[in-house]
């Protein structure tokens, strides 16, 4: 190329690059690492999992969405033989700016990921 002149890349260049990247994750990103680090992936994913299991209502429960129109907020409610749990999840900044769904209440736990 001569002087000034802007070339773009061609997009499997950047795959390229990235594969020669993802060569080398196994030296770090591993389950001997993630089981040492109680806040891995591997680790969040099994205490989720517990937790399904523990409670029924997670799996089986009546659903019911609970912010249909919001962008970054994921809410819904479930309901089994008298158990309620309503699951809120956040896909965005910290502070989405948005009120808690009715009839909702904070009596459990926060989980972060």
């Given amino acids: 190329m001569h002087g ?15 594969e020669n990247a993802a060569a080398h994750y196994h030296e770090t990103i591993n389950v001997a ?5 109680p806040e891995s992936v591997l ?8 937790l399904r ?4 209502v997670l ?12 962008e970054q907020i994921y809410a819904y409610r479930r309901n089994l033989a008298g158990e309620e749990v309503t699951v809120t999840l956040n896909f965005g900044a910290p502070n989405p ?12 736990a926060t989980i972060r990921s």
């Fill in 4 to 18: 000034d002149t802007e070339v773009d890349c061609p997009s499997w260049i950047a795959f390229v690059e990235r």
């Fill in 43 to 50: 680790n969040h994913f099994r205490r989720m999992t517990r």
């Fill in 33 to 37: 690492a993630q089981e040492e680090d």
């Fill in 53 to 56: 299991l523990a409670h029924p």
């Fill in 59 to 70: 799996i089986y429960g009546d659903y019911e969405l609970l912010l249909p129109n919001h």
């Fill in 97 to 108: 700016g948005a009120e808690q769904p009715a009839g909702g209440r904070c009596s459990g």
